[in-house]
């Protein structure tokens, strides 16, 4: 439920998100290895980096701080 909520929490953050934008943050929440993640979605390592600074962009913060930003958002969320 609490992904679920992330999911939802992020998209009302930063409407612009895709589908494989919000579907790689939450892997990148359970904390999954880059190369884990390539697997995952089918990309290279590279492609993974690339995204992650793209990604953390739009959500207002750095690709070394996502995990951090994504872990604030879902502790707002348990507050509710």
Same mark, same amino acid.
Do not use: C, H
């Given at each position: #439920?609490?992904?679920? @909520? /992330?999911?939802?929490?992020?998209? #009302?953050?930063?409407?612009?998100?895709?589908?494989? @934008? !919000? %579907?790689?943050?939450?892997? !990148?929440?359970? @904390?999954?290895? /880059?190369?884990?993640?390539? @697997?995952?979605? $089918?990309?290279?390592? $590279?492609?993974?980096? $690339?995204?992650? =600074? %793209? =990604?953390?962009?739009?959500?207002?913060?750095?690709?070394?701080?996502? %995990?951090?930003?994504?872990?604030?958002? =879902?502790?707002?969320?348990?507050?509710?």
């Amino acid at each position: #439920a609490i992904l679920y @909520d /992330a999911v939802d929490k992020l998209q #009302a953050i930063q409407p612009e998100l895709s589908e494989q @934008d !919000v %579907r790689f943050l939450v892997l !990148v929440l359970l @904390d999954l290895p /880059a190369k884990e993640i390539a @697997d995952i979605m $089918n990309l290279s390592q $590279n492609s993974i980096s $690339n995204k992650k =600074t %793209r =990604t953390a962009q739009k959500l207002g913060t750095i690709a070394a701080n996502l %995990r951090e930003q994504l872990i604030s958002i =879902t502790l707002k969320i348990k507050e509710k």
